[in-house]
């Protein structure tokens, strides 16, 4: 990114994954860059936790849109993809044409989706964002998160690390800890405290206190 126009497209496949992702790079993109960033979310809908907690599609919304504007993201969007879990129900054409869609109005200079994961939306929205990439379109990088660790290996090439200090990484668990209807009450395997941890981790890796990881999936120069 290099220049104050900069526009980045993130896709995530649920609510909080964006923040768990690239938390702190927001936050350091808008002190020194001042991006259009846009979340588009494929899947927030009604669901009941494992707990036997409901939670509703308008709680969710509500924690991203204060978690988000917290981390200086412009724009958030719920495009209905997929309903919350089932990503292998999905009008997988229909959601390549609304990635598509995505590229064609916003007309990002970058685009961030998440990697392929345990989870299905997450394989779903990386395996329909590889194909809405199959005539051209922008930088595309894929982005982890902690739960990462539990599912298909990441790519051995490609790395390309986000460097963050203690503020940034800060708030980035402030915004996470928003999503009160994902973690209040209930002992998650992926909490916010995981995503700093994961940060230290890969700050240690270029010699930096915290880091964001991305792999570069394609990059024109």
Same mark, same amino acid.
């Given at each position: ?18 923040? #768990? ?8 993109? &808008? ?55 089932q990503g292998f129900s999905c009008d997988y054409a229909g959601m390549v044409t609304g990635i598509e869609k995505q590229l064609e109005t916003f ?10 994961? #345990?989870? &299905? ?11 809405? #990439? ?15 660790a539990w599912g298909p290996p990441p790519p051995e090439f490609g790395r390309k690390y986000l460097p963050a200090d203690e503020r940034h990484v ?11 209807s994902q973690f209040d009450g209930r002992a998650a395997v992926v909490d916010p405290e995981a995503a700093r941890t994961l940060a230290r981790q ?7 206190? #915290? ?11």
């Amino acid at each position: 990114m290099d220049g104050t126009t900069a526009r980045v497209l993130v896709l995530a496949p649920h609510a909080d994954d964006a923040e #768990f992702g690239l938390g702190a790079a927001f936050l350091r993109w &808008q002190a020194e860059y001042e991006p259009w960033v846009r979340v588009v979310i494929a899947a927030c809908g009604d669901y009941v936790r494992s707990d036997g907690r409901p939670v509703q599609a308008t709680e969710r919304l509500a924690e991203s849109a204060r978690a988000l504007s917290y981390l200086g993201v412009r724009e958030i969007e719920n495009a209905h993809w997929f309903a919350e879990n089932q990503g292998f129900s999905c009008d997988y054409a229909g959601m390549v044409t609304g990635i598509e869609k995505q590229l064609e109005t916003f007309r990002p200079d970058m685009v961030f989706t998440c990697l392929p994961s #345990f989870n &299905q939306d997450h394989k779903v929205l990386f395996d329909a964002t590889i194909t809405a #990439f199959r005539n051209g379109y922008p930088d595309l990088y894929a982005y982890e998160y902690p739960g990462n660790a539990w599912g298909p290996p990441p790519p051995e090439f490609g790395r390309k690390y986000l460097p963050a200090d203690e503020r940034h990484v800060e708030a980035k668990i402030k915004a996470l800890a928003m999503h009160k209807s994902q973690f209040d009450g209930r002992a998650a395997v992926v909490d916010p405290e995981a995503a700093r941890t994961l940060a230290r981790q890969r700050g240690a890796e270029i010699g930096v206190p #915290f880091a964001e990881l991305c792999y570069v999936v394609r990059e024109i120069g």
